[in-house]
């Protein structure tokens, strides 16, 4: 298969996972793990536990502003930095590309803004603005710019405007030297002599191609091309190359009667004579022509020089007209008169001077190739005005006559340049152009961004390297970028602060005064992050690791392709999200709050660490409530029919540990149709959550959230069981959501060709309920179906069982030893103690004295080598530590630093590497435990690291080599139970290649399936029963024993001696671990006439009269089902799971026999969860009738004459009302079958109902506690076939874990006896939860305690108990923690 | 008296309580430098000894987190 793996962009065997990335990096994104509470960086690790640790980097595309911008500036970056107020790194992520950061943050038209997505919000970033804050707040001329070695070749640039200028700066930065000829007496181009100095002040620009200037580009004024000084001159001059800028700088005529007119003047030969001699004749009444920045720069400066009446005659209307929009607003309030929709068609010229204009009117007609419509004349409409200066401005071309005659050179018919569009080589050798020469009058950053491309092309060209090699332009067709957050608030676009307009007319100040710092940070906070990470780099500055680099940052997605023989699907579930319904105010009422959100604020790592607060003004709530099936059990409003399974139990838990945090006077309220509280244990929290914690219960239906008047709380509109209306008011409303399938998911399905369900989870069979359709590949957790983690945690083993059973034949193929040398012998040896002091770059250095540390050990006792290491984790620190192990001798080793919860293994392989025992090892922590926590007090954080290296120092010199036991393992494996999940076991040992001996103690096998008749997907139970037996029966490595029951049990893990009777004779069977599957049976009511009419069942009895056909069932006139017989009672306080949908089945069944027949469910909640909840609504729909009873008032039956009666207390009627019927179904209890001798000999706890005890209700609820031994089936707790079959599939899944294993080595940190001292209390059996202790059976120390360190997991309760002292633990001596005792 | 700064003696379990003074490190949350951890494999391995013995050698408090 072949997948995508998104780089990290972050080295992970460098990181540290120190955070000082994250610390620098500028962009804040909501923390998905706080549920958008809080915010995170866009360099971050998930959550703080978050395994492996190191950092990551999100990325998008590029932002559309970068991708927008013509010479690509890292727009995202420097408006980053720029709201950090890093203006000079701003200037420095500018300069990258643009060395005129000043000019362009003044003149530039902002194509990166038209395409900035924050107009999806409100309005644009002001980014040019913000470019422009950047350069005012820090001097360009002051950043370093890095330079390559100079070169000996020179260039010669014709043209001193934004493209050579831009050349020159390059290639500077490529070490090639250039001269610059400019044919006016100033430098800059259009820059200089196109822009009025009240747009771009002379100061700015001098300053901006000073900078260039400092890099050695000498620039030679007054020298145009011409008859003297053509390219080929410049190649005998000794260039090597020519780069040809010299922009478009002719004026285009108007092509109208009288241009030859004394009082005509071209817009760009006013503006040239203006900028370059500061005046120019203005004539009174001026007419400017034209409707681009030109035509309004003209305007404006004619008003400055003191034009009585400026107008600017524009052929189209205001919205075509090319000009800023500013501009022309300021323009106007300037006094600029601006009339639209007129052209000029004749000058009027008296005497040879202008003396008027005919104009004559236009209309808008079709649209043009520009899109803009075309403005048509209006026959008839001409008109004249009074004039005496006319100034047309409608455009500009190159002027070539210097150029023409060159050889070699090829123009366009549009007047410019023909230049290759990538490399920008002219026809001719050597000869490069750019610039408006090349495009004709366009932007300044296009012309900086040729410019650019031309330095590339001349050092291509100068290395003799192929100069379109990798340039190929790429265009994103469809670019990914952060989408924009639903409720990411408005917020206005900073104004430009400007000149008074009656200040501006007496002269050429700039206009617009640039922002005030806070207002530009403030402007800059408006980005969106569209490409998350903005690739500012700062994050390489700060990282001491090495671990992010530009390189790093330039990571692509991999295609990994792997050779697979199984797929495991577990891409888990999305929250429901409830922001589509508007009746639950979620987005509108910041009180009103998911469960995932809850979570995060009940988390003493979430954002306000614990404190239960409510969000809108972190008041202490008094009362809250949760709404439970958001997103559930709803197909008129979600599409989502399924019950989630899940949210009953986590609500009842928030509610209670919310009372926990709160105290008891919370009040919590559930509003619910029915708690499902099926799983194990769940039921008695439930009840102690009503009953001790007084959470409140409220079965209802809420249909709207209103705004309390407080402005904070919530009133909670709902109708009650009876269907009265009420209203409730509380601080803060948790909505219970539920779980759904991603459309990502969904689309990995259709990808995989894997079938999913109704509610679009994966479509499995309860034979085997973790193979997708799609043969080769499993899936497991909520993928398969709604459930909570025990389930998810189950079908997890059961999915690797699956797919290690199509691997069986590859196992310990791909397998390689490792290389380990020979450890040295310490023993008798006097400690040699090497202390190495980490500084892990700053964050520990930064707060702790390390050196001081350092030198501190060194005056400890035993130490004999101290060092500091900057890394302590790098590589090569690992290898010099190994190095300077073995070269001082060392024999025991401390390493202060992080925490040895990650980094112990890491430090004893180099102790392994340098040829010791890996137990000869101290790690304290002055990282996690000490920098970090104690970083304004520097002193005592040192005085602590002291005291913690020399309790360390104390500790290792007592540390003695321990052996890791290794202990072979008995391949063989005992099932225990023949029923479903027995045979399941067995037959999944079998397939992975293990000997199975399959033990029931009845005469066949089958357990409790052979009674039932379908499971509730409507799968055949007799059918898939009897092929699974044949399969068991025929399978030669499974040996059954029938008959048979257990005598003993002797061993332990990987070792186990069992003794098994049948018929009289006694044998013995070895075997290295055993599967308890002892199943479960109905439990057989005393009440509701049971035993006394034949008319009432079981549902087993039913299944079985299904089975059989029963013409008595067929026939009944009406039936009732009595749910939750012998379960959630005082007795039995717990929910045997299955009854509820076992009764839907039946239902539907009995009204597929007979539609007639009346169906009645007396029921206390229905517990249809999952997709299960599916029957309950074809039950409903098939005119079953639910009648809900409660625990104090059950259903009375009596047998009437020709009928059953059945009378109950209808819930919404409160009434009773009394059935008739022919046949009534007790829903019965499944309890335990004998479980307390298994229990003894096996060594493993029952609960109080009987049912096994498994290590961990959630991560290991298929194995004991006890090594070796694991569950399964009804055993465990009541659960359908389909849950039975994947517990057993995971059962064998985790037995296999230690048989696909030779030997296992255990741990060296193990307890250990000494039987001198032993008085034989019995303390350390009682206590051990392993079983790991026991009397020694014979010999001298019969009597006295014994250790097994197989069994033994180090904890250390034995020793802690043990009075006489006879028990101590290795690694964990009492003489090493008393030895660092004292030493505090 | 007042700036007497209690030394406290800290038996933290492996598997919990030391990782979640690791958290708090990661979560850079500040606290006063008194303790003094020492990690043990459970809290279960805390003898009544150690407390004693603890005290004896001279620390304010003794506090076990498992």
């Not at chain 1, 919590?668 to 959470?695: I, N, S």
């Not at chain 1, 059989?1108 to 929910?1135: H, L, M, T, W």
């Not at chain 1, 250990?1312 to 001298?1340: H, I, K």
Request: proline residues 6%; glycine residues 8%.
């Amino acid at each position: 298969m072949v997948l995508s793996k998104t780089p990290r962009y972050i080295d992970e065997s460098r990181c540290t996972s120190c955070g000082d990335c994250a610390e620098v990096c500028p962009v804040l994104l909501p923390s998905e793990y706080d549920q958008g509470l809080t915010t995170r960086k866009a360099t971050f690790k998930k959550y703080a536990q978050a395994i492996p640790g190191a950092f990551a980097i999100q990325k998008a595309d590029k932002a559309p502003c970068r991708l927008a911008c013509p010479a690509g500036l890292n727009v995202q970056g420097y408006v980053q930095m720029v709201k950090e107020g890093k203006y000079k790194e701003a200037l420095q992520i500018i300069m990258e590309e643009l060395p005129l950061p000043g000019v362009l943050g003044r003149i530039c038209p902002h194509g990166c803004e038209d395409a900035c997505r924050r107009v999806e919000v409100d309005a644009p970033v002001a980014i040019r603005d913000l470019k422009r804050l950047a350069a005012d707040q820090f001097d360009p001329r002051e950043i370093e710019i890095p330079c390559a070695p100079r070169r000996e070749e020179r260039v010669a640039i014709v043209g001193s405007g934004p493209a050579g200028l831009s050349a020159a700066y390059h290639l500077a930065r490529r070490g090639i030297q250039s001269v610059i000829f400019e044919a006016l007496p100033e430098p800059g181009g259009m820059l200089r002599v196109g822009i009025p100095e009240h747009r771009l002040p002379r100061k700015v620009l001098d300053q901006e191609i000073e900078l260039i200037r400092n890099l050695g580009v000498e620039i030679r004024t007054n020298t145009p091309l011409g008859p003297d000084l053509g390219v080929d001159d410049l190649f005998d001059m000794g260039f090597k190359a020519v780069y040809l800028a010299v922009g478009a700088h002719r004026g285009i005529e108007l092509g109208v009667p009288g241009e030859r007119a004394q009082g005509v003047l071209q817009g760009v030969d006013f503006l040239r004579e203006l900028n370059l001699t500061g005046k120019v004749e203005v004539g009174n009444k001026v007419a400017v022509i034209g409707g681009g920045n030109v035509a309004i720069d003209v305007a404006r400066s004619a008003v400055r020089l003191g034009a009585a009446e400026v107008n600017i005659i524009y052929r189209r209307t205001r919205a075509e007209m090319p000009a800023w929009e500013e501009e022309i607003h300021a323009a106007e309030e300037e006094g600029v008169k601006i009339t639209y929709l007129s052209a000029p068609q004749e000058i009027l010229v008296r005497d040879g001077v202008v003396a008027g204009l005919r104009c004559i009117r236009m209309e808008l007609g079709e649209p043009d190739s520009s899109g803009r419509r075309r403005p048509i004349p209006i026959p008839g409409s001409e008109y004249d005005i009074e004039i005496d200066q006319l100034i047309p401005a409608i455009g500009q071309t190159p002027d070539l006559s210097a150029l023409e005659d060159i050889a070699g050179l090829e123009f366009t018919r549009w007047g410019t340049i023909e230049v290759d569009a990538a490399t920008y080589a002219t026809a001719r050798e050597g000869v490069f152009a750019g610039g408006d020469l090349q495009t004709g009058p366009w932007v300044a950053i296009g012309a900086v961004a040729a410019g650019r491309e031309a330095a590339e092309s001349i050092e291509r060209y100068l290395d003799g390297r192929d100069l379109a090699e990798g340039r190929e332009p790429v265009r994103l067709e469809s670019p990914v970028y952060r989408p924009i957050p639903v409720d990411e608030p408005k917020k206005p676009r900073a104004k430009m602060p400007e000149l008074p307009a009656q200040e501006r007319k007496t002269g050429f100040s700039e206009v617009e005064l640039g922002y005030e710092e806070e207002i530009g940070k403030e402007e800059a906070d408006r980005c969106l992050n569209c490409g998350y990470c903005c690739e500012c780099f700062q994050c390489v500055e700060a990282c001491g690791a090495d671990a992010v680099s530009v390189e790093t940052h330039s990571r692509m997605p991999e295609s990994v392709e792997l050779e697979v023989g199984a797929v495991i699907l577990a891409p888990g579930f999305q929250p429901f999200d409830p922001s589509r319904f508007e009746t639950y105010a979620y987005t509108s009422h910041p009180n009103v709050i998911t469960s995932m959100e809850f979570e995060r604020i009940l988390s003493a790592s979430g954002p306000t660490m614990g404190h239960l607060v409510r969000m809108s003004d972190h008041a202490e709530p008094k009362k809250i409530a949760w709404l439970q099936c958001v997103g559930s059990r709803d197909i008129n409003r979600c599409d989502h029919g399924y019950c989630s399974s899940v949210c009953c139990m986590y609500a009842v838990k928030e509610a209670v540990i919310a009372k926990e945090h709160a105290g008891a006077d919370l009040d919590c309220a559930l509003f619910f149709m029915d708690m499902r509280t099926h799983g194990k244990d769940f039921e008695r929290y439930y009840e102690a959550a009503r009953e001790k914690h007084g959470v409140r219960f409220v079965r209802s239906r809420v249909h709207t959230l209103d705004p309390a008047e407080d402005g904070h709380s919530v009133v909670v509109k709902y109708s009650d069981e009876q269907g009265l209306f009420v209203e409730e008011t509380f601080d803060m409303v948790v909505l219970s959501v539920g779980l759904e399938t991603s459309e990502d998911v969904r689309e990995l399905a259709r990808k995989l060709d894997v079938r999913l369900s109704e509610g679009a989870f994966c479509l499995t069979d309860s034979f085997r309920p973790v193979a997708t359709s799609r043969e080769g590949i499993f899936a497991c957790g909520a993928f398969q179906g709604p459930k909570d983690i025990p389930q998810s945690v189950i079908e997890a083993s059961s999915a690797a069982a699956e797919a290690g059973a199509l691997l069986a034949p590859a196992r310990g193929e791909l397998t390689r030893e490792k290389e380990v040398p020979e450890e040295l012998d310490i023993r008798g040896r006097r400690p040699r103690v090497g202390v190495f002091v980490c500084q892990c770059g700053i964050n520990i250095g930064g707060v702790v004295d390390v050196p001081a540390v350092r030198d501190y050990a060194a005056t400890l006792p035993y130490v004999e080598y101290v060092a500091d290491n900057l890394y302590s984790c790098s590589q090569d620190t690992q290898e010099a530590m190994t190095a300077v192990i073995k070269e001082k001798d060392l024999n025991r080793i401390v390493v202060a630093a992080c925490t040895p919860k990650t980094h112990e293994p890491l430090f004893q392989e180099t102790l392994v590497n340098a040829g010791l025992n890996k137990y000869l090892f101290e790690m304290t922590n002055i990282r996690n435990q000490d920098s970090w926590v104690h970083k304004d007090d520097p002193e005592s954080a040192t005085e602590k690291a002291k005291d913690l290296v020399r309790m360390a120092v104390a500790k290792v010199a007592l540390m003695e080599p321990l052996q890791e036991t290794r202990l072979k393992i008995n391949k063989r494996a005992l099932v225990l139970g023949g029923g479903v999940s027995g045979m399941v076991s067995a037959k999944s040992l079998s397939t992975q290649g293990y000997e199975v001996c399959l033990v029931e103690k009845n005469g066949e096998l089958g357990g409790q399936a052979v009674n039932l008749f379908r499971t509730w997907k409507g799968e055949d139970v007799k059918e898939r029963l009897e092929t699974l037996i044949r399969s068991v029966q025929e399978d030669p490595r499974i040996d059954v024993r029938l008959d048979t029951e257990l005598v003993a049990v002797d061993g332990f893990v990987g070792n186990f001696k069992t003794d098994l009777r049948s018929g009289g004779k006694t044998d013995q069977v070895e075997h290295g671990i055993a599967v308890i599957a002892t199943g479960g049976r109905e439990w057989k009511p005393d009440e509701y006439l049971y035993g006394q009419d034949p008319r009432v069942v079981t549902h087993l009895e039913l299944d079985r009269k299904f089975l059989e056909g029963d013409e008595a069932v067929k026939k009944a006139r009406s039936a009732v089902f009595i749910q939750c017989v012998g379960s959630r009672e005082e007795e039995r306080p717990y929910c045997s799971r299955v009854c509820c949908t076992h009764s839907m089945e039946s239902a539907l069944h009995l009204k597929e026999l007979n539609p007639e027949m009346d169906v009645y469910i007396l029921y206390r909640d229905i517990r249809t969860y999952g997709e299960r909840e599916r029957l309950y609504r074809k039950a409903r729909e098939a005119g079953v009738i639910f009648i809900r009873y409660g625990v104090d008032q059950k259903p009375r039956v009596s047998a009437g004459k020709d009928a059953l009666e059945i009378e109950v207390v209808d819930h919404v009627l409160e009434r009773p009302v009394v059935i008739r019927a022919d046949l009534l179904a007790l829903a019965s209890a499944i309890v335990p079958g004998d479980t307390a001798a298994v229990s003894r000999m096996f060594k493993v706890p029952v609960n109080e109902d009987g049912f096994y005890v498994e290590a961990h209700a959630k991560l290991g609820p298929s194995e004991f506690a006890t090594d070796g031994v694991f569950l399964c089936g009804l055993a465990h707790y009541p659960k359908p076939m389909d849950e039975s079959v994947a517990q057993a599939q995971a059962a064998a899944g985790r037995a296999c874990t230690l048989l696909a294993r030779d030997s296992i080595q255990v741990s060296g940190t193990v307890a250990y006896a000494d039987p001198t001292l032993c008085s034989s209390c019995g303390v350390c059996v009682d206590v051990c939860p392993y079983g790991a202790p026991s009397f020694v059976s014979e010999g001298p120390f019969a009597g006295k305690a014994e250790i097994n360190p197989v069994l033994c997991k180090g904890c250390g309760l034995c020793v802690a108990s043990c009075r006489s002292g006879a028990i101590n633990l290795r690694g964990f001596e009492e003489g090493q923690i008393m030895s660092m005792i004292e030493e505090i | 008296m007042n700036d007497w700064q209690p030394k406290i003696t800290t038996f933290l379990c492996h598997w919990c309580s030391y990782g979640a003074a690791d958290l708090a490190g990661v979560s850079r949350l500040q606290y006063p430098p008194n303790f003094r951890i020492i990690r043990v494999p459970c809290s279960g391995r805390v003898s009544p000894k150690f407390i004693l013995a603890a005290l004896r050698h001279g620390s304010d408090g003794v506090w076990v987190s498992g």
